[in-house]
């Protein structure tokens, strides 16, 4: 194993124990804004898309295989903060907040 | 354009974490919830911004054109969608980040076979990121075919089925080894292909009403493939930002298996609802159906001091939420004290009830969660079941024959009279009666959710 891999690794694992943690302390009343809310976030690896096929030198494989996973990234990064801002949007606490 | 190290865009990495970190923090609250969905777009914005920032990328036109349809499509995506309709949006969206890790992970392959340099554990990471990726895209999208009722949402089963997945999964992981050891692309596509084909096989057999299990647990792979990814480009924020995603969906996979008493696995392999037939004709002798009318509920209704709501899939199905809320209205207009009774597993996804209420202007504090209303049921003069079914079958607590037994329900028939509004006497997607249906204090409101609400709200003003 590299020291890469071990540097790698240890953030996973705290990140995923940090993630069970905060996952905690959402109410169920918003597990579906919270699902489309990481979700947008797992569109992160539109970074790792970027990296692939931003730099000249890619070929033309790597390059349509890039372009299909910016597509892809974008589409869960763009609709998964919208629609979960649409959707947060409509939880009031009482009435009179309704516009 | 600015050329940055790979040292300062690491940094905007550990500010994008941060942003992710925080921003799911304010999600624990309704009140700082939009704002924790905008702190974590920022990080988003951040880590893509210094990304396209690096030295070596430079086809920002490429890059710009694919971001374009993206945005176009998410942008229009989010905001057509209805509400009822959100399972299948969260469904699509998971598979979405399910290909892009396993575009990645292929194209990343293919470049550092051409340039010679393939260590063992970044191969280890392409061959999950692939496999992971492509049974997410494909078991996504069956799951979205599901919920849209393009396809039967029944389970669907044949003989053997389990080891034709193994066996299929087994092919997929053989042929990434393959790649690996031959170094060639094409053998990584075909894992890749065959990953796509166990994505569709696993999800066939499980039924409608529990997606909400399974998009939890697509929405876990997709981080999961996320990680994969940033393993391969030995990229924390892919990783940090996927590990997040992982902890939410398996936290919610396990908070839905145990709504529905059932292990994971036996949701995944279970086909549940296929095997109850048999037992669902046994129980259908013995106490009578009683069906009312709008008139006699409004009745009901009406002289009631408290009422508790129960809502299921039949009332997103009947789209009869602002109905719903309007005969809440016309309800407490009377002085009648009404509440929600949200049952975890209610609808096709996790918090589904929630948002569809929300949507209706439901303030949230009228929505309670099953552990915080069941104490109330008892002084409940009417509980209102709205399309729920198996959710409040009391045969699960009290029937330990029955296959829903042990499972966590709204204890609606604790209330002083229970109203059910229901379309037919089909039993529920578990294929099992509802002993509810039977109750001396049960009495049925046959028909469209909505079209029955819409009655109910008529006949109550009329009071």
């Not at chain 2, 990953?195 to 009403?209: H, K, T």
Request: with cysteine; glycine share 10%.
């Amino acid at each position: 194993m590299s020291d890469e891999l071990i540097q790698s690794l240890t953030v996973f694992v705290l990140a995923a124990f940090l993630g069970i943690e905060l996952i905690r302390r959402v109410p169920m009343l918003l597990h579906t804004p919270l699902m489309s809310g990481t979700n947008a976030i797992s569109g992160i690896v539109i970074v790792g898309a970027i990296l692939v096929g931003g730099a000249s030198g890619a070929s033309t494989l790597e390059s349509v295989l890039a372009f299909v996973a910016i597509v892809l990234a974008t589409i869960n990064v763009v609709g998964g903060f919208l629609v979960t801002n649409r959707m947060l949007a409509m939880f009031r606490r009482r009435d009179r907040d309704a516009k | 354009m600015i050329a940055l190290t790979q040292t300062t865009v690491n940094l905007a990495y550990l500010v994008a974490a941060v942003c992710f970190v925080v921003g799911i923090r304010f999600l624990a609250s309704p009140r700082t919830a939009r704002t924790g969905n905008v702190v974590a777009a920022v990080g988003m914005t951040v880590a893509v911004a210094f990304t396209l920032a690096l030295d070596e990328i430079d086809r920002y036109a490429f890059v710009a054109s694919a971001m374009a349809v993206g945005a176009v499509i998410g942008v229009a995506g989010a905001r057509l969608v209805r509400m009822t309709a959100m399972p299948q949006m969260v469904a699509l969206l998971n598979g979405a980040g399910g290909g892009a890790a396993a575009g990645v992970a292929i194209a990343e392959f293919n470049r550092l076979v051409r340039f010679g340099d393939l260590p063992a554990d970044t191969l280890a990471a392409i061959l999950g990121a692939t496999v992971l990726g492509g049974l997410t895209l494909s078991g996504s999208v069956l799951a979205f075919a599901k919920l849209q009722e393009l396809i039967q949402g029944r389970p669907i089963v044949f003989p053997g089925q389990q080891v034709v997945n193994a066996a299929v999964l087994a092919v997929a992981v053989a042929l990434a080894v393959v790649a690996g050891a031959t170094e060639g692309t094409g053998w990584l596509i075909a894992a890749l292909g065959a990953a796509l084909v166990f994505g569709v096989l696993f999800v066939l057999p499980i039924g409608g009403a529990d997606m909400p299990v399974v998009i939890a647990l697509l929405n876990a792979f997709s981080g999961l493939g996320g990680v994969a990814a940033g393993f391969v480009l030995d990229n924390n924020a892919l990783i940090v930002g996927g590990a997040l995603v992982g902890a939410s969906g398996t936290l919610l996979t396990l908070l839905m298996a145990k709504a529905m008493n059932r292990s994971v696995a036996n949701v995944v392999f279970g086909a549940f609802g296929q095997l109850q037939v048999e037992i669902g004709e046994r129980a259908v002798d013995g106490g009578t159906v009683r069906a009312t009318t709008p008139d006699d509920v409004a009745v009901q209704l009406s002289f009631a001091r408290r009422v508790i709501i129960a809502p299921g899939y039949g009332m997103a199905v009947a789209q009869a939420q602002h109905e719903t809320r309007q005969l809440a209205d016309a309800l407490e207009e009377r002085g009648v004290d009404v509440k929600y009774a949200i049952h975890p597993v209610a609808g096709r996804m996790p918090g589904h009830m929630n948002v569809l209420l929300a949507e209706a202007q439901v303030p949230y504090t009228q929505l309670y969660e099953m552990e915080r209303i069941n104490p109330e049921f008892p002084q409940a003069d009417v509980a209102l079941v709205i399309g729920a079914n198996d959710v409040t079958n009391p045969a699960a607590t009290d029937d330990p024959a029955s296959p829903i037994y042990g499972m966590p329900i709204l204890e609606v028939h604790q209330a002083a009279s229970v109203v059910v509004l229901k379309r037919s006497m089909r039993p529920g997607f578990a294929g099992v009666d509802n002993h509810l249906y039977f109750h001396e204090k049960t009495t049925m409101l046959f028909g469209d959710a909505k079209d029955s609400v819409l009655q109910l709200i008529t006949a109550v003003k009329a009071q």
